[in-house]
């Protein structure tokens, strides 16, 4: 079975690096028409296109920041982990970094620093940020770790180094989660796997923080729950509208309005659908169906990229898509490294 596990991870990382790179060019789109999709897709199989290759984003740069301090520390150090996060925004501060999280990853270069989580937790008023930006980066947890508590535990933290709202890290251990589950092939069982999804954020939004939260926030009890109930009863639907996607889950930067938003993507593209071509295997309707969506395209292909590539595999990724992209043959070289990781006793 080791062939099959490489694949998938290898698929989870490059899966989440092309949606980063491909989802960049509709990022903040209201409206984005699905022709606009396929003909943004069909350019990357046409090898004379001169706008060379698509760049990827913070998403990326901050994944690959995560990956790397898993990998050197062989274990989570939130020092290492905070020094590396500063250290790429000071190479590339350009790569689109949500607005606030600069402020934060300001702070974590200074070295006298003595709580890498402080400088979250003064953000947006004490608050702490919700955005998707813990989520966006949160796949190689779960090829860092084998049980479900640890990816849980560890992306939570790992999420809280920039985004200290229960919202924030909650949504990171919830695509940790997922990434987890599809890698263990839990996705031949789509029901299963949402029931399961639902029942670990329950015990996560059961937490008295989650709850105050939630209520500062005016947002239901179970926030992350609720929005997977109503994954689930898309699922059930026969036909679901773009327009009742975004009304229902969202499309948005925060991770609540765009990480169940993400697994419904990968949901729903497990089969044919219609408008998507027809010789299009699940990652990429996964991708295009992400893209048409709109709103933060780029991270919601991203993780839905991640969740989709774990499930199909490196295998199921077109090499016109992986040439197109910037950042693939690393993240390629990370899974491997991850994995071997992994498999040590
Ligand atoms: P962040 O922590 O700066 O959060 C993103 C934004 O969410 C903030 O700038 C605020 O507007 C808002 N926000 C978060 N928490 C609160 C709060 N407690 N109260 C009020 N407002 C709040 O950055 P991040 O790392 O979470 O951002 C990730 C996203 O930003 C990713 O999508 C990434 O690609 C990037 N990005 C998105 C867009 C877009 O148009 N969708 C554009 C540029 C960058
Ligand atoms: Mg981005
Ligand atoms: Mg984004």
Redesign the pocket.
């Given at each position: 079975a080791a062939p099959v596990m490489l694949s998938r991870f290898r698929g989870a990382l490059v899966g989440s690096v092309l949606g980063?790179c491909i989802g960049g060019e509709f990022?903040?789109a209201v409206d984005v028409p699905l022709d606009r999709v396929l003909q943004h897709l069909s350019a990357l199989e046409d090898e004379t296109r001169g706008d060379g290759i698509l760049q990827y984003?913070?998403?990326t740069a901050?994944m690959r920041c995560v990956a790397d301090s898993l990998l050197t520390r062989m274990a989570f150090d939130e020092r290492d982990m905070a020094r590396r996060f500063a250290k790429e925004y000071n190479l590339a501060p350009g790569r689109?970094?949500?607005?606030?999280?600069?402020q934060?990853l300001r702070k974590l270069a200074s070295p006298h620093l003595k709580d890498v989580f402080q400088p979250a937790q003064a953000?947006?008023?004490g608050?702490?940020?919700?955005?998707?930006?813990?989520a966006?980066r949160a796949a190689p947890f779960a090829l860092a770790f084998k049980s479900r508590a640890d990816v849980c535990r560890y992306s939570r933290l790992g999420a809280m180094l920039?985004?200290s709202?229960s919202?924030?890290y909650n949504g990171a251990a919830l695509q940790a989660l997922a990434v987890h589950l599809s890698l263990q092939g839990a996705l031949a069982l789509p029901k299963e796997f949402i029931n399961k999804l639902i029942s670990e954020m329950e015990e996560m939004e059961k937490d008295e923080t989650a709850q105050l939260d939630a209520k500062a926030?005016n947002l239901s009890d179970f926030p992350y729950c609720s929005r997977l109930h109503r994954v689930k009863e898309l699922m059930d639907r026969n036909s679901v509208s773009i327009e009742e996607v975004i009304s229902e889950l969202g499309n948005?930067?925060?991770?609540l309005q765009?990480v169940p938003t993400a697994i419904f993507c990968v949901l729903h593209c497990l089969e044919p659908r219609d408008g998507l071509p027809e010789r299009f295997g699940g990652l990429e309707r996964t991708i295009a169906y992400s893209l048409a969506l709109g709103?933060?395209?780029?991270?919601i292909a991203?993780m839905a990229g991640a969740i989709a590539g774990a499930h199909y595999g490196i295998d199921s990724i077109p090499q016109s898509w992986q040439k197109s992209c910037e950042g693939v043959e690393e993240a390629d070289d990370l899974a491997r490294r991850l994995y071997d990781l992994y498999c040590l006793p």
């Open positions: 980063d990022e903040g984003s913070d998403d901050m689109g970094y949500g607005s606030g999280v600069i934060v953000q947006f008023g608050r702490g940020s919700f955005g998707n930006g813990g966006m920039t985004h709202c919202l924030g926030l948005g930067i925060a991770a765009s709103g933060d395209t780029d991270t991203c």
